[in-house]
């Protein structure tokens, strides 16, 4: 019943959400729409799927706490610290391009709000592969997929702490994987790495813990089953423009 309400309450959100077109059987369908400029600093996006959908590398439990607790409270914790500021109105983009001068609250909220947008909508697809496009550009930069593979996986098992691994597209469009601690993101004016997200896995222990415990590496080769590619191949696709 409750994962009924959920799906109720939250469809009405896939307006806002913008980044994919959900149906009821919580499949990404269709990707014409896709505006990764339009994040809403307004409204809390929809999951784009069950909560079981991720099962049995994510389960239910572990995502139902991760989107609905945590991730609600960094995106209600922001939009409190942006409010009665011109930050209000300003593409989340653009907040992260200068979130030196922001403060610690919006860095922190509002990373956490748009980390976990792109790693909710990245997962899910458990069919899809990597566009030759895509997997063209990463084996030039890696040598091979496996590689990428690997350095991803390094980069998100050894994130001291809690952060984030990322694929992204550096300013010269290539793909770059590295780390972030905290909230922190590519868009970040404070990250040493800088580009825009294609690929990202949450560290933290709330993503992982009641399922993998202290084993932070099995939960990330588990990831890798649950990536949505077709999302991550539209990123590629809107970045390189
Ligand atoms: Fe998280």
Known sequence: MKQNNFRKTNIAGIS????????????????????MKKISTKEFPALPYAYD???PYIDARTTEIHYDRHHRAYFNNFVNAIKGTAMENTPIEQIFAEVSKAGDAVRNNGGGYYNHVIYWENMGNKSSKPSDELTAAIEKAFGSFDKFRETFSNAARTR?????AWLYLTPDKKPAVGSTPNQDNPLMDVSP???TPLLTIDVWEHAYYLKYQNKRPDYVEAFWNVVNWDVVNERYKEALK
């Open 16 to 35: 806002i959400a913008l980044f994919s077109v959900i149906t009821l059987s919580g499949q990404v369908n269709d990707l014409k729409n896709t505006d």
């Open 53 to 55: 959908a991720l099962e």
């Open 160 to 164: 001291f702490g809690s952060g984030w």
């Open 193 to 195: 790495i800088k580009g």
